[in-house]
């Protein structure tokens, strides 16, 4: 009785550790949702890549490759067993375009992953860069020209159409800027920059781009990732080249990593304790500033909401060079435009910028480095080292000082400062490349200034046109648009909506005063792309006031820009440089032929009527 009493006890103990063991050994297996970035490409320069896989049941798992020629070199689960984040050598030596194979394995299952290596990317007419023989336009995608109705209001995102509220979308698209691509052709634009087209968050009215929640996706109000694609191929048909907004410095704040990161160190601080950047952009170009400033300004997030990315993290360095190099080699765009370009670490940027330069060596970077002091500008552009021992490797950045000083002279008719900053461009390593502006869409615009008109919009104009550098338009300038802040700085482009009354992208649509303004910068366009002289070479001014002239010479093409910034007709005598042309030369006014001015003793009278300006050749 004894042994059977055990015998029954043992048989019990074996099958309650069966039933455990089947507990143990049960649980879902893993499933992936996303994977980052989504295709890559065989012989491409960085052949060693990072992929996050995020879905769920990673607990425990191991990520294998089923394709030869692609190895796993290493990988990591986070706590929570829904990412995967890996290392993966792409081998050049072997042809592995299309479907190549992991495997994720877990004490619960295993899931298969068709990962796509596409051909080498075709270089041929794409990826050109831009430079002063280019104009650049910026177009905010939203508020320009409705091409497609059925993404106005997409069920995804229900809800937050209305073109009566300055926050909402107004249902701009893609489609929108191909449909006007021949108006840009006509006017003499060269290259169009558009604001981000990243996808963004399903809960706000993210109509600006700024605010992403997917590196990866385009916002389904403006279209799709094929959309832009055509949209690069027939802007290059055109002759029109195409720079995309990118940002590293932050993400939004509905961006799913923000709460559920897919490792460690992805943000400088979280959702409830993090420092809020004061934006203190001179901090960072003294040696001696205040740490805790420049700490809050390099690692704050952004306006006290947006997330700001750790680039000292390697994984998240990593992690954005290639949505980088991804929307270059997926699109074929010639540029990038960097937001918030100061707020990230510059120890980052050679790594960045040099990973970019390998594959895409004729790519034009351009940050933005909102600041009036050259100095501070200088301090980001690449070409040199500074006090820190680092060069950024930023191609050109945007001249702001120019901006500001345009303002004030044509707007607020204040004294010139153009001398001044002309003689600073000692501190720039390349200020022939600088970007001049006088609007864009983080200002109010220089048409809402109180008692400006058509003529001094236009006397901006041919300054921005012919100054040294490559000159950026705002969308709107060239018909005079008004606006106040952000947001009544980004209002809709007349005609660009179906329910608009009139339609400013034809003459008919426009008013005597628009047609004005924009018959002046086509002009002005038309002289510009025909005169060397005033797409590079060198800028002397040779009289600063309110009677402005000075000098453009590239190549022994030779012009002369004459500016009357005053309500009176102007008669001044300019001196020139010694030899510069014959005595007794008539130089012909390239805006007027029928003003014409001659050289006597070196000297250049000239006569220009209230409020006008001359090219003289």
């Known amino acids: 009785m004894r042994k059977l009493l055990l015998c029954l006890a043992c048989l019990v103990c074996i099958a309650s550790w069966q039933f455990f063991q089947a507990i143990a050994v049960s649980g879902p297996p893993p499933v992936v949702e996303k994977i980052e970035p989504p295709s890559w490409w065989t012989e491409h320069t960085l052949n060693t890549i990072q992929l996050i896989i995020k879905g769920s049941g ?13 190895k796993v070199l290493n990988y990591s689960v986070n706590d ?81 159409y ?18 006007r691509l021949p108006y840009l052709k006509d006017l003499g634009i060269t290259a169009i920059w558009l604001t981000p087209i990243y996808e963004n968050s399903d809960k706000a009215a993210d109509y600006h781009g700024y605010h992403s929640v997917d590196h990866y996706g385009v916002e389904e109000h403006f279209g799709t990732l094929d959309k832009f694609k055509e949209l690069v191929e027939k802007a290059h048909a055109l002759g029109i080249k195409v720079i995309q907004d990118q940002i590293l410095n932050h993400v939004g704040p509905n961006h799913p990593f923000v709460d559920d990161p897919p490792f460690p ?18 901090s960072l170009t003294i040696p001696n500033a205040d740490p805790k400033r420049v700490e809050a300004t390099l690692r704050g997030w952004f306006a006290g909401i947006l997330p700001d990315l750790n680039q000292d993290t390697p994984a998240v360095g990593q992690y954005l060079i290639q949505h980088s190099l991804w929307w270059v080699g997926q699109t074929g765009i010639d540029g990038i435009r960097l937001d918030t370009y100061p707020y990230v670490p510059r120890s980052y940027y050679p790594s960045w910028h040099g990973a970019i330069r390998k594959q895409f060596p004729n790519l034009t970077v351009v940050g933005e480095i909102l600041d009036g002091r050259p100095g501070v500008v200088a301090f980001f552009q690449g070409g040199q080292k500074q006090f820190d021992g680092i060069d950024t490797g930023l191609d050109t950045a945007f001249d702001f000082p120019f901006c500001f000083a345009i303002r004030d002279y044509f707007a607020q008719n204040q004294p010139s400062r153009f001398s001044e900053l002309l003689a600073a461009d000692s501190v720039y390593p390349r200020p022939g490349v600088l970007v001049p502006l006088f609007n864009n869409h983080d200002i109010p615009r220089m048409a809402n200034e109180a008692g400006f008109t058509a003529s001094k919009q236009i006397l901006a104009f041919t300054f921005l046109l012919t100054m040294r550098g490559t000159p950026q338009v705002y969308y709107g300038d060239e018909i005079g648009m008004k606006g106040g802040n952000d947001p009544d700085n980004r209002r809709d482009f007349p005609g660009g909506f179906p329910e608009d009354p009139r339609n400013a992208f034809t003459r008919e649509g426009r008013t005597e005063q628009e047609q004005k303004i924009f018959s002046a910068v086509q002009q002005l366009l038309q002289i510009r792309q ?15 006031g309110n009677q402005l002239a000075y000098l453009r010479t590239n190549n022994g093409d030779r012009a002369i820009v004459a500016i009357n910034n005053t309500d009176q007709s102007a008669n001044w005598k300019v001196k020139l440089p010694q ?23 070196s000297r250049l009278r000239i006569k220009l009527p209230a409020r006008s300006a001359a090219i003289y050749k």
């Open 265 to 282: 160190g992805f943000f400088n601080g979280t959702r409830d304790n993090h420092l809020t950047n004061p934006f203190d952009i001179y």
């Open 80 to 160: 929570k067993g829904n990412y995967i984040t890996a290392s993966i050598y792409i081998d050049p030596e072997r042809s592995l375009v299309g479907t190549n194979r992991l495997v994720i394995v877990t004490p619960f299952g295993q899931k298969t992953i068709d990962y796509q290596l596409d051909p080498p990317i075709e270089t041929k007419g794409r990826f050109a860069g831009f430079s002063p023989d280019d104009v650049i336009y910026l177009i905010m995608i939203d508020r320009f020209s409705d091409g497609d109705l059925t993404n106005n209001d997409p069920p995804e995102s229900a809800g937050f």
């Open 579 to 601: 030899g510069l042309f014959a005595e007794g030369s008539k130089l012909v006014d390239l805006l007027n032929p029928s003003n014409t001015a001659t050289v006597k003793k």
């Open 58 to 70: 990673f607990q425990g798992a191991e990520l294998r490759s089923a394709a030869s020629g692609l």
């Open 162 to 179: 209305d073109r009566s509220s300055q926050r909402k979308y107004h249902g701009g698209d893609l489609q929108g800027v191909i449909d």
């Open 530 to 544: 025909k005169t060397p002289a005033l797409r590079g070479g060198q800028m002397q001014i040779l009289s600063d």
